[in-house]
């Protein structure tokens, strides 16, 4: 047990999905675990475990931001022995290529935030997914006929930036796709101790368009995104 999660050793599996809502970790396990029960809910951080096609599968709510995922990820897999961890989650679109309702595997996550910059010295450390989770995404993808980029990712610690789009203008120039606000600090984290991780985002608004996705279409892309997650989380 920690302050943050009160379950016990062994309550969750070794592959872990992410998402930022508590009530989206309650969604995941109601819809599409079999047999989930809760084993966490600290501050209605919720974790859940159960089974997707017979293999037993976590899901746990990471919060906002970097600082908030950073804590239930070092427990995850510094306590609970988390061995593969699946973000899922929303992002808005930084290149217009990038529709509404489509799947944004982040194989590389830049950030302008101080938890990945203040660990590296004079380096700029490029966090990046594990290659063999990232290609099972494709793959699936692929498969299944969903409509997906991969590509590097903005992880911001700034909602509301002051400059709206302009404070965006270089990263689009070089390949940035999309922006969001964890996977940086997910990635740097598997990195340090030596496990695989994955951000899986379902782009839902476009900085460059404007387009926003609506209740109906969020939810169909949402379950595209998590059943996609969750093939790859129980083979990983």
């Known amino acids: 047990m920690t302050p943050h999660n009160h379950a016990k050793p062994g309550d969750y599996a070794q592959a872990v999905l992410l998402p930022g809502d508590p009530l989206r970790a309650k969604w995941i396990a109601e819809t599409f675990f079999e047999d989930a029960r809760l084993v966490n809910s600290v501050r209605n951080c919720l974790g859940y475990t159960g089974t ?7 899901v746990q709510a990471s919060g906002m931001g970097q600082p908030s995922l950073s804590i239930y990820v070092h427990e995850l897999i510094n306590v609970y022995g988390a061995k593969a961890l699946i973000r899922v989650g929303t992002c808005g679109g930084l290149n217009a290529a990038v529709k509404v309702r489509d799947i944004v595997l982040a194989q590389a996550a830049s950030t302008d935030s101080a938890i990945v910059k ?3 010295g004079a380096f700029n450390f490029a966090p990046i997914a594990d290659f063999s989770l990232l290609r099972a995404a ?5 498969a299944a006929g969903l409509r997906y980029h991969a590509g590097n990712m903005l992880s911001s610690d700034i909602f509301y930036h002051e400059n709206g789009f302009a404070g965006y203008d270089k990263l689009p120039d070089h390949g940035v796709i999309g922006v969001e606000m964890e ?20 782009m839902t608004d476009c900085l460059i368009t404007k387009q926003e996705i609506d209740a109906e279409a969020r939810q169909t892309s949402l379950k595209d995104m998590v059943t996609l997650a969750l093939d790859v989380a129980v083979e990983a």
């Open 52 to 58: 997707w096609k017979g293999k037993p599968v976590s």
């Open 118 to 120: 203040g660990r590296f």
């Open 138 to 142: 494709a793959d699936k993808a692929d």
């Open 183 to 202: 996977a940086a600090a997910l990635y740097t984290l598997a990195a340090r101790f030596g496990v695989k991780a994955l951000t899986i985002c379902t």
